[in-house]
């Protein structure tokens, strides 16, 4: 981000036009015409350097802030003016062995500074329709992106104009279907996306796990996730019994050292299309039609995503998508589970 950012403002530095020289004036007239144009390449400068930076937060936060241009110009404009220049003052005064009482205005000038760059920081971030919120596209998207971005910065002339199309592949690059629910690392928690927003079966556990996948396929988080859970699961600390209405239905039993009773269990098949079962229990016949995932499936496969298809639902781990690295010892494509009985599946129907 910082090198696009920087390549950016070196190239919009070349193509800044040059004015002749100025002929003498009044200090009236000269002073808002200078004050004028620092405002225009502050703004420039902000604009330009977040367009810059823009294919990164969007494709690794999946963020876009609606007033950054603004919040940026003006929390830089007290920053240069106001904040900067009280704090030189004051380190050259600490320097020369100042009195801390004579450089006690001075450090009240740059606390209302750092004061005030805060409250706008806060204005613009709590203002409606702030923040616009987008699934990360495919890493190629990116890739080309960021070569578009290059090629506008180093190509001269006309041409490089051409490659502003490619540096907003990240914006405009189609988004593949969403997963339709997301199941945690150890199978200790799980979340569905339900019209847009996230239903998280356990929202103390794991949270940060779960925001981190929520906001990387574009979903809204609700006000208020207990709530949201208890419209659409029975849970209590060993298990979730789907109440019906959401897809897939996910059923949990989350504890390893109490074994559900075979009524819990059977009731859990019966309105399951997918089971997360920790415990060390054989899954009954009720469980055929029953995509069934135990402690086994998450030690090799990790964390995985729910994607819908027109058979059943198929599970994409996150060990599989990570490939072989040197840290994994070995495992990449042949830690996909496969077995569905067994709880190790990759599809089920």
């Given at each position: 981000m910082s090198f696009c950012a920087t390549a950016s403002l070196v190239a919009m530095a070349e193509l800044w036009?040059?004015?002749?020289?100025?002929?003498?004036?009044p200090w009236f007239i000269?002073?808002?015409?200078?004050?004028?144009d620092w405002a225009v390449a502050m703004a420039a400068v902000s604009l330009i350097a977040g367009l810059a930076t823009a294919p990164f937060a969007l494709q690794h936060f999946n963020r876009m802030a609606t007033y950054g241009l603004f919040a940026n110009f003006a929390a830089d404009l007290v920053a240069s003016l106001v904040l900067m220049p009280a704090l030189v003052v004051s380190a050259v005064g600490e320097a020369l062995g100042?009195?801390?009482?004579?450089?006690?205005?001075?450090?009240?000038?740059?606390?209302?500074?750092?004061?005030?760059?805060?409250?706008?920081?806060?204005?613009f971030a709590t203002a409606p329709g702030a923040v616009k919120t987008l699934p990360s596209a495919p890493e190629a998207a990116l890739l080309t992106a960021?070569?578009?971005?290059?090629?506008?910065?180093?190509?001269?002339?006309?041409?490089?104009?051409?490659?502003?199309?490619?540096?907003?592949?990240?914006?405009?690059?189609?988004?593949?279907?969403?997963?339709?629910?997301?199941?945690?690392a150890d199978g200790n928690n799980a979340a569905l996306a339900v019209d847009g927003r996230v239903v998280v079966l356990k929202p103390k556990v794991r949270a940060f796990a779960s925001q981190a996948w929520a906001?990387?396929?574009?979903?809204?988080?609700?006000?208020?996730p207990e709530a949201e859970a208890r419209l659409a699961y029975d849970c209590d600390r060993s298990?979730?019994?789907?109440?019906?209405?959401?897809?897939?239905?996910?059923?949990?039993?989350?504890?390893?050292?109490?074994?559900?009773?075979?009524?819990?269990?059977?009731?859990?098949?019966?309105?399951?299309?997918?089971?997360?079962?920790r415990a060390d229990v054989t899954p009954p016949p009720s469980c055929a039609g029953t995509l069934v995932l135990t402690s086994a499936a998450?030690?090799?496969?990790?964390?995985?995503?729910?994607?819908?298809?027109?058979?059943?639902?198929?599970?994409?781990?996150?060990?599989?998508?990570?490939?072989?690295?040197?840290?994994?010892?070995g495992e990449g494509e042949d830690a996909q589970p496969r077995d569905a009985a067994s709880g190790v599946s990759d599809s089920g129907g």
């Open positions: 036009p040059r004015h002749g020289r100025a002929t003498q004036a000269a002073g808002p015409q200078r004050a004028w100042v009195p801390e009482l004579w450089l006690s205005p001075v450090l009240a000038v740059a606390h209302w500074a750092a004061n005030a760059i805060l409250a706008i920081a806060h204005l960021f070569l578009g971005i290059v090629f506008a910065c180093l190509w001269r002339g006309g041409l490089r104009w051409l490659a502003v199309p490619l540096a907003c592949a990240v914006l405009v690059w189609p988004r593949p279907p969403a997963p339709v629910g997301w199941i945690a906001t990387r396929r574009g979903f809204t988080t609700p006000f208020d298990g979730c019994l789907p109440l019906g209405g959401a897809q897939p239905a996910i059923g949990a039993w989350w504890s390893k050292k109490v074994l559900p009773s075979r009524e819990r269990l059977d009731a859990l098949c019966r309105v399951s299309d997918l089971l997360i079962l998450f030690t090799r496969g990790g964390a995985a995503e729910i994607y819908a298809q027109h058979d059943g639902w198929r599970l994409e781990w996150a060990n599989t998508s990570r490939g072989r690295r040197p840290w994994t010892g």
